[in-house]
């Protein structure tokens, strides 16, 4: 047998050694292989998605929104409350991201079996139902706008209240800390965009579609198509609300939010967690100091439409006495917006 030959007959054999391992391989590890390709691929869309969110840039300084009692606490305290985004004014927030992904595997669905229709359903079920459950999703709003007659009105008392103005990079610098051991931060101004949201959650179905696929063809009995309906339904899931931190809906385009996001998926922060009450609400948040910032990322406070001049102006500087912060150092305005609240009426 010549030289050629036996390369050939070595490929041959390489080729049947390969099958029969194949061949070994039970249905359910051929399906976690394609599952786990369906993650990773997921993974390359939602960091590029990521990227190109940051990418549309940092204001030099970010606003948040408040009234006097928040004001004295975040100057007091030097923290930032992340809260849960399930409890924000907004109440469809994460659920206004996950609709388009409903309708597109409601829509994939109809030309697939009945394992893909089940599928659907279920799907839908949890992200309708059960949302809150994926996992711990906190936020602090912040603005690019520091006089914005929306949010002194929805925000600060009605215009009573105050913009307290913030190195955006100084915050940014300490947030991104607290992203390791299974939790992810991110900080970025909101896309108020349907058709980029859309787009976006088309680009991560199409990195599960294949798994479902393989779930429909394979050989499974009906506990194992219910067990890897379930893996693919969490992993779709958690995909499906990372891209939904980053939209909210167009009414609220004025407020031009910037975000800062915490998100943990897998539970290790659930006993970290404190609890306020808002109305009729608990609302679960996270404290976030910026104590330790050097020099502090306070860079000025802003006093709304309808405060009294005089009384405000003193009652913030109290509140950076109080709080030793330096005499002159941070900067207090007025708004220039002209606004009568209706508790002045």
């Known amino acids: 047998m010549n030289r050629k030959s036996r390369r050939h007959s070595a490929k041959l054999e390489k080729a049947r050694l390969g099958s029969k391992a194949a061949a070994a391989r039970s249905p359910s590890q051929i399906f976690d292989d394609k599952l786990r390709c369906s993650i990773d691929a997921a993974e390359v869309v939602l960091k590029r998605i990521k990227d190109e969110v940051v990418k549309e840039g940092t204001p030099e300084t970010i606003?948040?929104?408040?009234?006097?009692?928040?004001?004295?606490?975040?100057?007091?305290?030097?923290?930032?409350?992340?809260?849960?985004?399930?409890?924000?004014?907004?109440?469809?927030?994460?659920?206004?991201?996950?609709?388009?992904?409903?309708?597109?595997?409601?829509?994939?669905?109809?030309?697939?079996?009945?394992?893909?229709?089940?599928?659907?359903?279920?799907?839908?079920?949890?992200?309708?139902?059960?949302?809150?459950?994926?996992?711990?999703?906190?936020i602090a709003s912040f603005s690019k706008n520091g006089d914005e007659l929306g949010q002194w009105r929805a925000y600060a008392d009605d215009g009573r209240g105050y913009a307290i103005g913030f190195d955006a990079s100084a915050l940014e610098a300490s947030l991104s800390k607290k992203g390791d051991g299974g939790i992810a931060t991110a900080s970025f101004l909101?896309?108020?965009?349907?058709?980029?949201?859309?787009?976006?959650?088309?680009?991560?179905?199409?990195?599960?579609?294949?798994?479902?696929?393989?779930l429909e063809s394979g050989n499974f009995t009906r506990e194992e198509i219910e067990e890897y309906g379930r893996k693919i339904s969490v992993e779709l899931s958690l995909a499906t609300l990372q891209i939904s931190t980053f939209h909210k809906h167009k009414g609220y385009e004025s407020e031009g939010e910037?975000?800062?996001?915490?998100?943990?998926s897998s539970g290790q922060i659930g006993n970290q967690l404190k609890h306020r009450m808002r109305r009729d609400q608990i609302v679960p948040y996270l404290p976030f100091s910026w104590r330790d910032i050097n020099p502090t990322p306070l860079r000025q406070i802003r006093f709304g439409p309808s405060c009294n001049p005089s009384s405000c102006a003193t009652f913030i500087q109290d509140c950076l006495r109080l709080s030793n912060f330096s005499q002159g150092v941070i900067g207090i305005t007025k708004s220039d917006i002209p606004y009568r609240s209706r508790f002045n009426i």
């Not at 909101?190 to 959650?201: F, P």
């Open 190 to 214: 909101v896309d108020y965009s349907d058709e980029r949201l859309k787009a976006r959650q088309k680009e991560i179905f199409s990195a599960f579609a294949p798994t479902l696929i393989a």
């Open 258 to 264: 910037y975000r800062f996001l915490l998100l943990n």
């Open 63 to 138: 606003f948040h929104y408040t009234d006097y009692i928040g004001l004295r606490g975040i100057l007091e305290n030097r923290e930032i409350w992340l809260s849960s985004i399930f409890r924000m004014n907004d109440p469809s927030e994460l659920r206004h991201g996950v609709e388009p992904m409903i309708s597109i595997v409601q829509e994939f669905s109809n030309s697939k079996g009945s394992v893909v229709k089940a599928f659907a359903r279920f799907f839908s079920q949890v992200l309708r139902g059960n949302i809150e459950q994926t996992g711990v999703y906190l």
